[in-house]
C-alpha cells in the first residue's frame, strides 16, 4: 500500500517525526525535482519495517529545507546527493560531496547544459534529404506478391 503526502515546508520535519512515530521507520530514498530558478519539489519515500506500507512526501522548497538527519540518520548519503546533483541547501547538515569530483555545477537541474553536447555537432541529418525514399513496410503476414 502506497500513498503520497504533500506538506508545507515549515512541517517537513514535524511531519517526518509523525511519521517515524506512525512506523515509519525506514529511510528508502530522496530525491528532488527542479521545477526552474530556485524552485524545487523534495521527494521522501519512507516504509514500515516490514515494507508492508510506503509513503511518499513531498513538498515545495526554494533553495533550502531542514535536514532530516536526526529523524532519518540513513539519509545522509540521500542528502549528499540531491546537494551536489542539484544545488539544494539542506539547513543544518554540513553537506559533503556524495562522490569526489572536479566537476562544476549541478548536471540534474534544468537550466544545466552539459558542455560536450552543445560542442559535438550532431551526428545525423536533422531533415532527411528531399529524394531519399523510404520504403513503406507491409503489415506482419502480408507478402510483397499480394501488393497491386
Given at each position: 500500500?502506497?500513498?503520497?503526502?504533500?506538506?508545507?515546508?515549515?512541517?517537513?520535519?514535524?511531519?517526518?517525526?509523525?511519521?517515524?512515530?506512525?512506523?515509519?521507520?525506514?529511510?528508502?530514498?530522496?530525491?528532488?525535482?527542479?521545477?526552474?530558478?530556485?524552485?524545487?519539489?523534495?521527494?521522501?519515500?519512507?516504509?514500515?519495517?516490514?515494507?508492508?506500507?510506503?509513503?511518499?512526501?513531498?513538498?515545495?522548497?526554494?533553495?533550502?529545507?531542514?535536514?532530516?538527519?536526526?529523524?532519518?540518520?540513513?539519509?545522509?548519503?540521500?542528502?549528499?546527493?540531491?546537494?551536489?546533483?542539484?544545488?539544494?541547501?539542506?539547513?543544518?547538515?554540513?553537506?559533503?560531496?556524495?562522490?569526489?569530483?572536479?566537476?562544476?555545477?549541478?548536471?540534474?537541474?534544468?537550466d544545466f547544459a552539459?558542455?560536450?553536447?552543445?560542442?559535438?555537432?550532431?551526428?545525423?541529418?536533422?531533415?532527411?534529404?528531399?529524394?531519399?525514399?523510404?520504403?513503406?513496410?507491409?503489415?506482419?503476414?502480408?507478402?510483397?506478391?499480394?501488393?497491386?
Amino acid at each position: 500500500m502506497k500513498e503520497n503526502i504533500r506538506v508545507d515546508c515549515a512541517t517537513w520535519v514535524t511531519n517526518s517525526k509523525d511519521l517515524k512515530a506512525a512506523g515509519y521507520v525506514r529511510c528508502e530514498w530522496l530525491t528532488a525535482t527542479h521545477n526552474g530558478g530556485a524552485n524545487f519539489d523534495i521527494t521522501l519515500c519512507v516504509s514500515t519495517e516490514d515494507l508492508s506500507k510506503k509513503t511518499l512526501v513531498s513538498t515545495a522548497i526554494t533553495q533550502s529545507i531542514e535536514t532530516l538527519i536526526e529523524v532519518y540518520p540513513s539519509i545522509t548519503f540521500h542528502e549528499c546527493e540531491v546537494a551536489q546533483m542539484f544545488g539544494v541547501v539542506f539547513l543544518g547538515h554540513e553537506t559533503q560531496n556524495a562522490f569526489e569530483t572536479n566537476f562544476e555545477g549541478f548536471p540534474l537541474r534544468r537550466d544545466f547544459a552539459l558542455e560536450t553536447r552543445v560542442q559535438t555537432p550532431w551526428p545525423g541529418a536533422v531533415e532527411p534529404e528531399v529524394s531519399a525514399r523510404r520504403r513503406t513496410s507491409l503489415p506482419p503476414g502480408v507478402f510483397e506478391s499480394w501488393q497491386s
